[in-house]
């Protein structure tokens, strides 16, 4: 209005806020005094530690082999052209507010589509809750069928399954794997372990171990969860399920062949809880578009969970999945390249290793079979390192780890970090975040350092 003058901007007095600690208690104190007894006794991520470490060589200038990170390098494996198109014309049609609790019903329906379509399995829209990207869902399913104090198995080594029993106050129940199973669970081993259990975790293909759970095995498996519920359906007894995370599944290589509980025996349809998204298999890790499908009760729970944390995935993206998961000529092409990438990878360093061990070098490895991992064995225990490391005799992985990266810019990531207690020297070697020029660079290194070894 005329005449009217604007209004000075309010000036609010500043209140120093650097000392943090309540009055009379020192940092350690008041940390006990005001942090839940689950916050102080959580483990911060390993993988995450080490990422720091190499970030803070890279910035010295230090030539360093990423294969940490279990993530992708847009610069090597962009996500599909379609799907970014199909995110822009989301934003464009103003696709900004909030989505339904379980998922916008046209990427529900899609990933009911794509399940049939690919998985020929035909699951219940009621049964499909779209998440923030995996991990949601694996909260979610702690959460909506285990209670403090029940037992969850799971085999070791494997991904954060240690940390969602810390955070839901499971009992954990590890099983330890070996190298002859692929580090896979075996029927023999769950059988004594699934009476009282609550939740039975497998991951195929496996983080971190790059490995696929056989056909007969997993039928195994499934045969004794089945067997256990139907006793507990006469003992009046909770029912044991099994959550099958699958994010991995379309990297399969070769002959190797993805098979879902469900598909090998049907009944599992009622005590099966996937797991998936699309953060593995189109690259689009930060895209944070996930979903879980589950017997239709069980989702309804979860979806609620879910809900009061807020951990739906945004409405763009999914938007943008679903038409992308419904286009299975550019989800087949996408696929074809990016496989064939991620094996040019896996096989130069498998081909590296075994041409390190054949020449001598005490080094093995795991043919690649999923995902986009690599096991690597380095049992150079009792070797005694060179006097510029340190010259200590190597007892653990972590000085393994160490030296690989000091020696030979070579960043692994030891299965110590994925919940295995044997120091035998298998480590977890990521190739989405490395070129195949990298690698070819950093295998003479790493011969250079397995030599240098008294």
Known sequence: MQGMQSAAPSCRPV?????????????DAAAQAGLSRMALGLVGSEILKIAAEIRHMVERGRQVCN???????????PIPRALQEAIHRAYERRETNYPPSDGVLMVRESVRDFYRRELGLDHPLAGIVVTGGARPAIYATFRAVVEPGERVIYPTPSWNNNHYCHLTQATPVELPTTAGEWFMPTADKLRPLLPGARLL??????????????RDELVRICELVVQENRRRQH??????????????????????RHHTPVELVPEMAAYTIFVDGVSKSLAATGLR???????????????????HVGAWAPRPEQVAVGEVLADREAL??????????????????YDGILQLRASGLQVDAIAPQGAIYLSVQVPIHGRRLPAEHGGD??????????????????????????????????????????????????LPRLEAALRALA
Not at 16 to 27: F, R, T
Not at 235 to 256: A, C, I, K, N, P
Not at 332 to 349: C, P
Request: hydrophobic letters at 45%.
């Open 235 to 256: 003992t009046g007894e909770r029912l044991l399920y099994v959550m099958y995370d699958q994010v991995y599944w379309m990297l399969t290589f070769g002959g190797t």
């Open 67 to 77: 294969l940490t990170v279990g993530d992708f390098a847009p610069a090597q494996f």
């Open 289 to 307: 578009v996930g979903w879980t499908v589950a017997p239709p009760y069980v989702a309804a729970r979860m979806r609620d969970i879910l809900g």
């Open 332 to 349: 087949g092409a996408y696929h074809r390249e990016m496989t064939s990438q991620v094996q040019l990878r896996l096989g130069l360093l």
């Open 201 to 214: 975790c497998l991951n195929s293909p496996l983080n971190p171990t790059g490995t696929v759970l056989g």
């Open 15 to 27: 209140v120093p806020c650097s000392d943090y600690m309540p009055q009379g208690l020192v940092a």
């Open 393 to 442: 005799e190597v007892r653990t992985n972590e000085q393994i780890r160490r030296y690989l990266l000091d020696a030979a810019g070579a960043a692994v990531v030891p299965f110590q970090a994925f919940g295995m207690r044997d120091e035998t020297g298998w480590m977890r070697l990521s190739v989405g975040a490395v070129s195949p020029e990298e690698i070819r660079a950093m």
